[in-house]
């Protein structure tokens, strides 16, 4: 299955591998530099910390650039009478409450949002399902079941 994320989460991550490659870098090289300059470097807390953090910099760097390379944009949902990616669902559950969903990629996940990313339980069980449709999902906390009630192509109102 493809690596789906949208194009604005997309933009977020090439943000921040670009943010970190001009100017968070080169900020924490120049302190380990200056750090460095300074002498003893085996009891020198702002070097050791320095270099640490770049470590930290350059795995995030590493990482953001293979993932960029694996992810295909989409701008929005292709349709509102089933749920696709980046639909936006609104289900009912057992107990008569109602959720909205924002079916996204794995870089995007927010569950305060309510954005779930189309590989968890319930992604997966709502993606193809149309409105009036009941998607079973076994979870750790029990299954559960949803009907759809509402899809559509941007957020609700």
């Given at each position: 299955m493809a690596e789906y994320i949208s194009t604005a989460g997309r933009a977020?991550?090439?943000?921040e591998l670009h943010r970190l490659l001009s100017v968070e870098?080169?900020?924490?090289?120049?302190?380990?530099?200056?750090?460095?300059?300074?002498g003893d470097r085996s009891?020198?807390?702002?070097?050791?910390?320095?270099?640490k953090r770049l470590r930290q910099i350059d795995r995030r760097i590493e990482f953001l650039?293979?993932?960029?390379?694996?992810?295909?944009?989409?701008?929005?949902a292709s349709t509102d009478d089933r749920v696709v990616f980046l639909s936006w669902v609104e289900v009912?559950?057992?107990g008569g409450q109602t959720h909205w969903y924002r079916i996204?990629?794995?870089?995007?996940?927010?569950a305060k949002l309510g954005w779930i990313s189309f590989k968890s339980p319930v992604g997966k069980a709502l993606l193809g399902r149309r409105r009036d449709d009941?998607?079973?999902?076994?979870?750790?906390?029990?299954d559960r079941d949803y009907t759809i009630l509402d899809i559509r192509i941007g957020p609700p109102a």
């Open positions: 977020r991550l090439a943000d870098r080169p900020q924490v090289v120049n302190t380990v530099a200056a750090a460095a300059a300074e009891e020198n807390a702002e070097y050791i910390y320095g270099k650039s293979k993932r960029l390379d694996q992810l295909q944009a989409v701008e929005r009912e559950d057992e996204v990629g794995a870089d995007e996940t927010d009941t998607v079973f999902v076994p979870t750790p906390g029990g």
